[in-house]
């Protein structure tokens, strides 16, 4: 049987967890209840990091400062798995 490492949550898992929990709290309650809340997070997080990184170097390539891509980026990214949009709202 294999040991998999302990899943750390970064700031973008911590992030997610504090908008999801206020802002989808239903579907915070399911994958509570299926035992699939941190997993999702920890999925939501690396996504958003590997995005935001490929997204960055694209965007320096395309002449952005790398604080200007960086932020771009993340404008770009964060509601695809971070900030996503409150249950009582369309999607």
Known sequence: ???SAPITLTQYG???EKHWREFRP???KQMEATGELLGMLYEAQEKTKDEMADLTQKLIR????PDQAHRTAWEMVRERYILLTPENLPA
Do not use: D, G, K
């Not at 395309?62 to 400062?65: F, L, V």
């Open 1 to 3: 049987m294999t040991q």
């Open 14 to 16: 911590r992030m997610a």
């Open 26 to 28: 239903n579907m915070v």
């Open 62 to 65: 395309e002449n952005y400062t």
